[in-house]
């Protein structure tokens, strides 16, 4: 039997707080971190953010780094790799691969020169600069790639993660994504008219928009039999992966769905199971009316009149756009192997365009043997994953 591609350590930083443990609790208590703005340096404080509760100082102190200029992507993605590397017990491992995803990647330091852009060659920061920064601080890695594609870039690295181990050119891959928020970022969404002045409603009748989130989560993959040989603790499976990108349009998704459908039909197939053998669906769930409406038809194609438990879980972190495929992957493995259903903070009216999310200030518990998760990016790129208990 062909080795199965598992999960041996998991990292995350987010509005909820620093690390798994602290995310895990703030799920379980229905307290979201969307709060209104207080580090990013925006005249649009009418628009709640989901910001990482520490400031570029206190970043800077806990990890021991001397004053400098640094992007908050870097800090963040630090961060979290390194929870998810000492998790797995290979802080002093060499020639690991590490797959990151961002879009605005070391935006806020452009920012930071702009108008008068210096000479220093830092004042433009892409995105391959700010995942290569997060490697110079360990020296574990010998491979480096970025992953762009909006906000399924953290996804689709946890995917190329999986092909680059069943290629068999790795037995271990980090993969994941890092995002913070500039004012690059909260200003070219609120050019799209997106954005909400109160907490999002994913799937709500009422909602109007996202908040956008910033924060970081890295997933460390190995092949299941060195893995095992190592003694590592398996904490779940990467069992089957999609992408589908069907190139509606730049900025909306298709009414009937179209990629996101491909996307998780693809993950289904991958993974060998059925759609009634889902127990919980982490939605993309933006809280715009487009995509919602748009993702409940994908959804409703997929598992007919039979949909599982489903949630976003925006509405505590913000969207973190490029981080959230990891970020909520991670969330799905703490549900998973913690027994319960994240439900939504904000859900009020039901619309019949759109499934009807599991809300609630109380998280129903119970076992989630095969979990999907959805992150779908401009341009339709649009891509699912599905984990599963390790048995």
């Not at 969307?34 to 628009?47: D, G």
């Not at 004053?67 to 690991?96: F, M, W």
């Not at 690295?157 to 092909?163: C, D, P, R, T, Y």
């Amino acid at each position: 039997m062909r080795d199965r591609v598992v999960i041996t350590g998991m990292g995350v930083v987010s509005a909820l707080g620093i690390g798994a443990e602290a995310n895990c609790a703030a799920l379980l208590r229905g307290e979201s971190g969307v709060r209104t703005v207080r580090y990013l340096p925006t005249e649009h404080r009418e628009f709640p953010v989901g910001e990482v509760p520490m400031s570029g100082e206190e970043l800077l102190e806990r990890l021991a780094l001397p004053a400098g200029v640094y992007s908050r992507t870097h800090l963040l993605g630090v961060l979290a790799l390194k929870e998810a590397l000492e998790q797995s017990k290979l802080l002093q491992q060499s020639g690991l691969a590490l797959i990151s995803g961002t879009t605005v990647g070391g935006m806020d330091v452009t920012e930071h020169y702009f108008p008068e852009p210096q000479t220093t060659g830092r004042d433009i920061h892409d995105c391959g600069a700010s995942t290569n920064e997060i490697v110079d601080y360990f020296d574990c890695f010998d491979y480096t790639m970025t992953s762009s594609t909006a906000c399924s870039s953290a996804m689709n690295a946890l995917i190329m993660g999986k092909l680059l181990i069943e290629s068999g050119e790795r037995d271990i891959v980090v993969a994941g994504g890092a995002e913070a928020l500039s004012l690059f970022h909260l200003n070219g969404f609120k050019s799209l008219m997106i954005l909400d002045t109160q907490r999002c409603r994913p799937f709500d009748k009422t909602r109007s928009g996202l908040n956008l989130g910033e924060g970081a989560a890295y997933l460390v993959l190995e092949r299941e039999s060195p893995a095992l040989k190592r003694g590592a603790e398996i904490l779940g499976v990467l069992s089957g992966v999609g992408n589908g990108c069907d190139a509606f349009h730049q900025t909306a998704s298709s009414e009937n769905g179209e990629g996101a459908y491909l996307a998780m039909t693809q993950a289904l197939a991958e993974a060998g199971l059925t759609s009634s053998d889902i127990s919980y669906v982490n939605a993309h769930g933006t809280g715009t009316p487009n995509n919602d409406a748009s993702e409940s038809a994908a959804l409703r194609r997929v598992f007919g009149g039979n949909v599982p438990p489903v949630s976003s879980t925006k509405s505590y972190t913000g969207h973190t756009t490029s981080a959230s495929g990891s970020i909520e992957a991670v969330f799905c493995l703490l549900a998973m192997r913690n027994g319960f259903l994240p439900t939504q903070t904000e859900f009020e009216t039901a619309d019949e365009q759109c499934i009807t999310p599991v809300s609630g200030s109380e998280c129903p518990r119970g076992e989630l043997r095969h979990v999907m998760c959805n992150a779908f990016g401009f341009g339709g790129n649009d891509s699912s994953i599905i984990l599963s208990r390790y048995e």
